[in-house]
């Protein structure tokens, strides 16, 4: 198992060109954070998520996986989860847990090879 763990300031989010929104977050992404009255705390902390993300699969020597390789989205039942769109020569599960308050955003996550 490896963990990641990010921290950002959601501060750094604000006024984003739409160039790097693009860049690092599919379309599913962008419209979800796009749906909310201040989408700069849902950008940052799915920013958080795909570092966590990256940091986790790092620790398992799985390292051509870029921003855009990982979607954050949610169930059935709201909780978030990772998706990896690109294939992977081996089958990872992801434990996410996001938050974000007025002025941070984290996101911590654990890999497992099954």
């Known amino acids: 198992m490896a ?12 006024g984003k060109p739409q160039q790097f929104i693009n860049r690092v977050f599919t ?3 962008i419209e979800y954070c796009m749906k909310n009255s201040k989408p700069e705390s849902h950008f940052a902390v799915r920013f958080c998520a795909k570092e966590a993300v990256i940091k986790a699969l790092t620790g398992l020597n799985i390292k051509a996986v870029s921003l855009k390789d990982i979607e954050v989205f949610h169930n059935d039942n709201r909780c978030p989860q990772i998706r990896i769109l690109k294939p992977l020569d081996k089958d990872i599960v992801f434990n996410l847990s996001l938050s974000h308050d007025k002025t941070k955003a984290i996101a911590f996550v654990t890999a497992e090879i099954k």
């Open 27 to 29: 379309p599913i992404e």
């Open 3 to 14: 963990i990641g763990v990010d921290i950002e300031d959601i501060e750094r989010f604000k």
